[in-house]
DNA sequence: TCTGGGGTCCTAGGACCC
DNA sequence: TCTGGGGTCCTAGGACCC
């Protein structure tokens, strides 16, 4: 069997942890630059603020019905996030962190455990370590247990959890279950699904392979097995990630080559510490800036370049003399550049390195990375800088809500009075 | 005027190789 | 008039997830 933990509106719970006062209001939390709404509180959401709200179209609805507007602070969230995973990790040694609000477990030589009893103790567990509310699914396939979540966090009667162990509740569920609100049906596959007559879940096992692998491809075949009941998705160990990528869109346009090779500069230094982290090598590095979609009246330009490395590398020196040669490559002058990214990927772990014969990474700069990483952890993000960099000033994203850093500094760490 | 960021997987077409 | 087959790599894009 497997388990979905999902914790209830998130980011907008995180924040209500260390401000209590605020239960029951709603709350809406915003994404970079305090663009659009990424959380709302179960009150925000009645009120009709739907996900990804622009803020400055609903700044008159948030007035009106008093919603405490937050920024994204990842900080924080991420930092609750670990403290609820590794809580998690002792209910099962196989564990999938699946995104920082939701973990799947893999319930495997539980037969003789009350799977219901169980998954009430671990909701007990996480809301008294941490104070965040989760709901639980429990199924034989991953895809059901996120059905079964979505059953346990609708109806409040379950106690946060559902559990589908018999074909009768399987049925029933995928009966119930909406075929846009399938795990892997998005809103382009459900427009063409209920153009088919295909309604609810149960419609879409029902399909035949032969039609879903044509539609849907490999991925919507897998899908509709795991739904059927057959496990076909398993356990992902994503420990190590893919991609690593930094982009950002800009609080106001860039023109100028300078100006957009200080930001790529900066998202490639970004990339290289995430890399770091990893203890891996990259072969692969990806540069992309595009101008603003949502302005119809100027001309637009989107290019990506990928340049592959002559030698593996972690260095941020190197990724950013790679990334500068990438850039110039695409940049054409005349448009104005709203949004731009790094993207690295093809790693090899630090220990596995093939070295060439002509050409490798700087040895050098493996201790003055790590010298240069060690400086920051200590004294702060970006203390030590290169000198492509920005010097004068920090770019700042919009963050005029950021709630304070509550588990991460010292000082922000709230205060009892007995 | 303002409308996020970080991931995954899959497919298709063109250029090029032998 | 007739003009292969099997690959890889790259770029781009589409779909999905949170």
């Not at 692998?213 to 994503?238: A, M, N, Q, W, Y």
């Not at 950013?320 to 850039?327: D, G, K």
Request: net charge positive.
């Amino acid at each position: 069997m497997f388990a979905l933990i999902d914790c209830n509106n998130f980011y907008a719970s995180c924040e209500r942890v260390f401000a209590p006062n605020l239960n029951g209001k709603p709350i809406v939390v915003l994404s970079n630059n305090d663009g659009c709404a990424i959380a709302r509180s179960n009150e925000a959401k009645a009120i009709g603020i739907p996900m990804g709200a622009p803020a400055f179209e609903f700044k008159d609805l948030f007035v009106n019905h008093k919603v405490h507007v937050f920024s994204a602070n990842f900080s924080l969230y991420g930092n609750m996030s670990n403290r609820i995973m590794s809580i998690l990790s002792e209910y099962s040694p196989e564990v999938e962190i699946y995104s920082i609000d939701e973990a799947f477990l893999k319930l495997k030589g539980f037969e003789y455990f009350n799977l219901l009893d169980y998954a009430y103790s671990i909701r007990k567990r996480v809301t008294q370590g941490t104070g965040i509310p989760v709901s639980i699914g429990i199924a034989p396939t991953k895809s059901l247990s996120k059905v079964a979540n979505r059953i346990a966090k609708k109806y409040t009667q379950t106690g946060g959890v559902f559990l589908i162990d018999t074909e009768e509740k399987r049925i029933k569920a995928l009966k119930w279950l909406a075929i846009e609100d399938v795990w892997g049906i998005g809103r382009k596959y459900a427009t063409r699904l209920r153009a088919q007559g295909v309604n609810t879940a149960y419609d879409f096992t029902q399909l035949s392979d032969a039609w879903v692998k044509k539609e849907f491809s490999i991925v919507g075949l897998r899908l509709k097995r795991d739904l059927s009941g057959i496990p076909t998705l398993d356990l992902d160990d994503v420990q190590a990630k893919k991609n690593i990528a930094t982009t950002r869109s800009f609080e106001k346009n860039i023109t100028k080559i300078e100006d957009l090779k200080e930001r790529i500069a900066t998202f490639a230094v970004s990339c290289s510490e995430k890399l770091r982290k990893q203890k891996s090598y990259c072969k692969m590095l990806m540069v992309f800036i595009h101008t603003n979609g949502f302005r119809k009246d100027l001309p637009q330009y989107s290019r990506s370049r990928v340049i592959k490395l002559p030698f593996p590398s972690n260095s941020s020196i190197e990724l950013v003399e790679f990334a500068c040669i990438a850039l110039e490559s695409i940049f054409i002058a005349g448009y104005s550049y709203k949004k731009a990214g790094v993207l690295i990927m093809d790693f090899i772990p630090e220990n596995q390195i093939q070295l060439n014969f002509f050409q490798n990474s700087n040895p050098k700069h493996e201790g003055l990375m790590k010298v240069i990483d060690k400086l920051n952890n200590r004294f702060g993000q970006q203390k030590v800088r290169l000198s492509i960099q920005d010097q004068k000033r920090v770019w700042k994203m919009k963050q005029e809500k950021l709630s304070p850093l509550y588990t991460t500094r010292i000082e922000d760490v709230i205060t009892i009075q007995v």
